[in-house]
């Protein structure tokens, strides 16, 4: 079973703060993506990556960046945390090639900033 | 703009009914339709994908068409269960792009 672990479900950081979210997956895929979803407004992508060092920007990477240094760990990176990124974050990977479409989730890190 | 619906208001059903939830898409030509279930304080779990050519799927007691007339997918769950109870999230995929566009969800409660 493909497994995506993340690295906290609950976190609460103060405004300003640098806040790191880590994402492990251990199915060797190649792409993986960020989102945060909101209620009333469903997930929304905030980057992905679909090899080592390389990313792409989502909808909304505003007030985000990302680090993947190797395969099967990604972090999302909030350079000084606001209170509208209070949100659940939701890391995915998937392959590339056929099965690419298909994402694997993790159980998410709500995130309070107070 | 683009768009993609789903009811936002819960879907309340009797337990051995079937389960019919919609989404519906305006501006957008996806090549494929997702679904995936998400149980309260869990990350979305695939169900099923439709391509574009293709007007019905299924796999066990789940039935998903897609129509790109009328922009629409309906997802149905046949001989509904109460474990069926989550919020049911559709995602397209637009051709030649790893990105998925969601839809907000619909919660189902199947009751016992």
């Known amino acids: 079973d493909v497994k995506v672990t993340q690295s906290s479900r609950y976190l609460v950081k103060r405004t300003g703060e640098k806040v790191f979210l880590e994402c492990v997956q251990d199915m060797d895929h190649e792409n993986m993506f960020w989102y945060r979803q909101d209620p009333g407004l469903g997930l929304r992508l905030i980057y992905f990556?679909?090899?080592?060092?390389?990313?792409e920007k989502g909808d909304i990477p505003e007030g985000y960046s990302v680090s993947r240094e190797k395969k099967e760990r990604f972090s999302l990176i909030l350079e000084s945390a606001s209170t509208n990124q209070t949100s659940m974050y939701l890391c995915?990977?998937?392959?590339?090639?056929?099965?690419?479409?298909?994402?694997?989730f993790g159980p998410g890190t709500r995130l309070t900033v107070t | 703009s683009q768009k993609i619906e789903q009811n936002s208001e819960a879907l309340n059903i009797q337990e051995g009914k079937t389960a019919t939830l919609t989404c519906n898409y305006t501006?957008?030509?996806?090549?494929?339709l997702q679904w995936y279930r998400q149980d309260p304080g869990r990350g979305p779990v695939f169900l099923l994908l439709i391509r574009e050519n293709e007007k019905e799927k299924r796999k066990e007691r789940l039935k998903v068409t897609f129509d790109t007339t009328l922009k629409q997918s309906l997802f149905h769950i046949t001989a509904s269960q109460p474990a069926d109870s989550a919020t049911y999230l559709c995602?397209?995929?637009?051709?030649?792009?790893?990105?998925?566009?969601f839809g907000s969800g619909t919660r189902l409660l199947v009751r016992p």
């Open positions: 995602a397209l995929v637009m051709d030649s792009s790893y990105k998925l566009i």
């Open positions: 990556s679909y090899d080592v060092k390389m990313k």
């Open positions: 995915a990977s998937s392959f590339t090639g056929g099965k690419r479409y298909e994402q694997y």
């Open positions: 501006n957008y030509s996806p090549a494929y």
